[in-house]
């Protein structure tokens, strides 16, 4: 199929990211949330974000007004009878997702491809909310998404090849490197990355170092970019949890129990970068 017309479901951090992707390579893009004002955000954010691009001299003027003329926000769910692709980036709840699919699986043309951006969870289970799981798919972007260059495509059980291909093609056109994982959880990055940001949260639980020391162990020691906190309250703490659970659920071995420190930040609201507040202050 064509795609032309993409519509991106939640306009956080990460669908922002990825509206903004596929506006840069071309596509028009419906930025979609619950509410007009979160979308207006989204866009708004993206805005800044081409600003930023255009004071470096790594975007030009008339560039970042044709990439803003391609994306347009709004609160209608209604839009996923006009659009050939959509992808979803709500929040990381499995009732929240499947609620959504099946609700996209009635309103959007048979022949277009639901994809999701979950980091953790199983796709065969939000596939298997739709009549259409041969083209539902994972295409797990990497945040900040106009910066990383991977995208981790994940087939569910009845994923068909060629939808797989098709996500591929789109994924280079959209100038990411595709890599194939299997329907597992957490799939690679996040089973590897989210058990060392969980056993960094142990060791500032039980008072073995400050934040700021762990994540100096992790950049003079290990050559990380970033530490594991610093990476955590990035991330969104709330999403680090609800990773942490569905590993633990799906593999059942203790070494995924969340972190109680973990659990009690996002009681407390403390959700990391996006609230103000993580394991860090941000003002
Ligand atoms: P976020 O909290 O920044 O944004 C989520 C957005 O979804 C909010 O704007 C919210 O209003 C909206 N939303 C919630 N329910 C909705 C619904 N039913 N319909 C429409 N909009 C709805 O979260 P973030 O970080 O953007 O994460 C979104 C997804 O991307 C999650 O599945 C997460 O696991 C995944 N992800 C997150 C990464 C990260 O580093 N934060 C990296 C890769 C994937």
Known sequence: MNIQKIMVIGAGQMGSGIAQVCAMAGFQVILHDMKQDIAEKGLSFIQKQLQRQVEKGKLSEQDKVKTLQRLTPSASIEDAKEVDFIIEAVIEKMEVKTSLFKQLDTLAPEQVILATNTSSLPITEIAAATNRPD??????????????????????????????QQIEDLTKKLNKTPVEVKDFPGFVSNRILMPMINEAIFTVYEGVAEPEAVDEVMKLGMNHPMGPLTLADFIGLDTCLYIMETLHEGFGDDKYRPCPLLRKYVKAGWLGKKSGRGFYQYS
Not at 135 to 160: C, D, Q, W, Y
């Open 135 to 164: 083209r539902v798919i994972g295409m797990h972007f990497m945040n900040p998404v106009p910066v990383m260059k991977l995208v981790e495509i994940i087939r569910g059980l009845a994923t068909s090849d060629e939808v797989y």
